[in-house]
């Protein structure tokens, strides 16, 4: 209760609201049961005119609270089919997707912003201060734009009914291409809290490609005297979302690994110049250099960063033919 309390003062949005809602309900209901164990059931005029004549005190809470569970079902749903439906449009851009989870104030939210440099991005040294999924664009060395997507938080000992009801923030982090896990290296439980956030993904049925690809990032290193590291912590990565250390390697990193999720290739194309082949390519890949053919000026030479599929669509309208 305590924890849906504090969940309750960081909601702002109506979905996260709704969220914190659906987790209060087995709490709400073992609190009836618990205030009435024992007690003999009462039925009165005044309750038997809210729930029909002889129904007792305890079954008309109940039924209000059952009622109240069925509507909040309905509206998570539709928040699940709206959030389906900007996944779909996601997809069919072909951005990939970087899923940012972490234990509660890890830095998640820090380190997105030095990723992308959002301006409007504020994060907050408190608990649970991220309870709405929020996607940011972002830019690799590749030049292929990805989406780095804010989850809430996880806590250890988190009631399974909780996680249940987060699922449609957490589909997020399920239906990405990479999760970055960020801990807090400077937390003295920091082991323990990368054990617990392993844990929890492993209740979430992730798919064998993307346990693959976690990238274990330590931040917060500004915060550790000798400014190292823990090796024993196995992260893959140290950096410090505040100072920026760290980060340069931390985005080639990403780059190389999303390449490999998403099944793109770095290839150089030589293409006619001010064709239709380059603008082709400039709206369907990310294109990461530029240059002219010196055996021929009318031709450029692209390096550009593209899915297999893309690849394939690019050689049918334009090479054989």
């Not at 960081?10 to 609190?31: F, T």
């Not at 309905?74 to 997707?97: D, H, I």
């Not at 150089?268 to 709206?283: A, D, F, I, N, T």
């Amino acid at each position: 209760m305590m924890v849906i309390q504090i969940f309750k003062e960081h909601a702002v949005s109506k979905e996260a609201k709704l969220q914190v809602a659906m987790a209060e309900i087995p709490y709400l209901r073992m609190r009836i049961k618990g205030m009435h164990e024992g007690a003999p059931d009462h039925s009165g005029s005044n309750v038997a005119a809210i729930g029909g004549p002889g129904e007792t005190y305890i079954e008309v809470r109940k039924r209000i609270l059952n009622t109240r569970e069925m509507k909040l079902k309905g509206l998570l749903e539709k928040v699940r089919n709206q959030r389906a439906l900007l996944r779909n449009k996601r997809q069919k851009l072909e951005c990939p997707v970087v899923a940012v989870v972490g234990y509660t104030n890890a830095g998640k939210t820090s380190l997105i912003k030095a990723l992308t440099g959002e301006i409007s991005l504020q994060p907050k040294n408190h608990l649970f201060a991220t309870l709405d999924v929020t996607a940011h664009s972002g830019v690799l060395p590749s030049r292929l734009k990805v989406l780095y997507v804010d989850t809430v938080g996880f806590i250890s000992d988190i009631p399974i009914n909780l996680i249940e009801s987060f699922v449609a923030t957490l589909e997020d982090a399920m239906l990405a291409d990479v999760i970055v896990h960020v801990c807090d290296v400077s937390h003295p439980d920091c082991k323990a809290q990368i054990e617990t956030v392993t844990k929890t993904l492993g209740q979430l049925n992730l798919s064998q490609n993307l346990l693959d690809n976690i990238l274990v990032v330590g931040n917060k290193l500004d915060l550790l005297p000798d400014k190292v590291g823990n090796k024993d912590l196995n992260c893959n990565l140290f950096v410090s979302a505040v100072t920026n250390e760290g980060l340069d390697d931390l985005v080639i990193k990403l780059d190389e690994v999303i390449l490999k999720a998403t099944g793109r290739c770095c290839v150089r194309m030589r293409v006619p110049s001010g064709g239709e082949e380059s603008r082709w390519l400039y709206k369907n890949a990310a294109v990461t250099e530029v240059i002219a053919d010196n055996n021929n000026s009318e031709f450029l030479l692209m390096t550009v960063v593209i899915s297999e599929a893309q690849l394939m669509k690019f050689r049918h309208n334009f090479i054989m033919h």
